[in-house]
T-cell receptor, first 115, second 114 residues
């Protein structure tokens, strides 16, 4: 009974490279959320997706960041031309539906380090 | 907009002490409220939740009551253990708000000493 799976757990990139973070939701969950956690901070919402649709991307930076959740395969958070300020832990969560009372289940995160 | 404010840490207690971590919120709609716990190097785990006023969430000896009149959801435990050491996050989900994601507080680092 696998939970939310994120990979890689740790990712190191040099400035200007691309970072791709993957998230497979829990079985039976079709709603995916991405969050960013800076050191000593809480999690900040980035984007909410259902299969093949972006529902809310109000927390996404306007440039360099994109997300998708294709019909087949994991959700991908993509960061182009990374900068030092992108260093953070990125968490994915899933839920079976978009009900606000439904808890979100979190993965263990991807720690992104920019050299 | 929505926001969550929780007490600053770290909070250091001795084993078997009583714990309170304060959490207050502002929301545009009728939020559901959650407490999540994060152990080092791991993701967040749901600790408890409440979806309407006066509901009490409870789990593993922790409790929190949804107080609409004071817009609060304080976390309590009668007797803490060393294994409770972790970072605790208060969060809300608001059907009437803008974003569909959770709004989190900054987290409270709890340290329990034997």
């Amino acid at each position: 009974n696998a939970g939310v799976m994120q990979n890689p757990r740790h990712l190191v990139r040099r400035r200007g490279q691309e970072a791709r973070l993957r998230c497979s939701p829990m079985k039976g969950h079709s709603h995916v959320y991405w969050y960013r956690q800076l050191p000593e901070e809480g999690l900040k919402f980035m984007v909410y997706l259902q299969k093949e649709n972006i529902i809310d991307e109000s927390g996404m930076p306007k440039e360099r960041f994109s997300a998708e959740f294709p019909k087949e395969g994991p959700s991908i958070l993509r960061i182009q031309q990374v900068v030092r300020g992108d260093s953070a832990a990125y968490f994915c969560a899933s839920s079976p539906d978009g009900n606000p009372g439904q808890p979100q289940h979190f993965g263990d995160g991807t720690r992104l380090s920019i050299l | 907009g929505n926001s969550v404010t929780q007490m600053e840490g770290p909070v250091t207690l001795s084993e078997e002490a009583f714990l309170t971590i304060n959490c207050t919120y502002t929301a545009t709609g009728y939020p559901s409220l959650f407490w999540y716990v994060q152990y080092p190097g791991e993701g967040l785990q749901l600790l408890l939740k409440a979806t309407k006023a006066d509901d009490k969430g409870s789990n593993k000896g922790f409790e929190a009551t949804y107080r609409k009149e004071t817009t609060s959801f304080h976390l309590e435990k009668g007797s803490v253990q060393v294994s409770d050491s972790a970072v605790y996050f208060c969060a809300l989900s608001d059907s009437g708000g803008g974003a569909d994601g959770l709004t989190f507080g900054k987290g409270t680092h709890l340290i329990i000493q034997p």
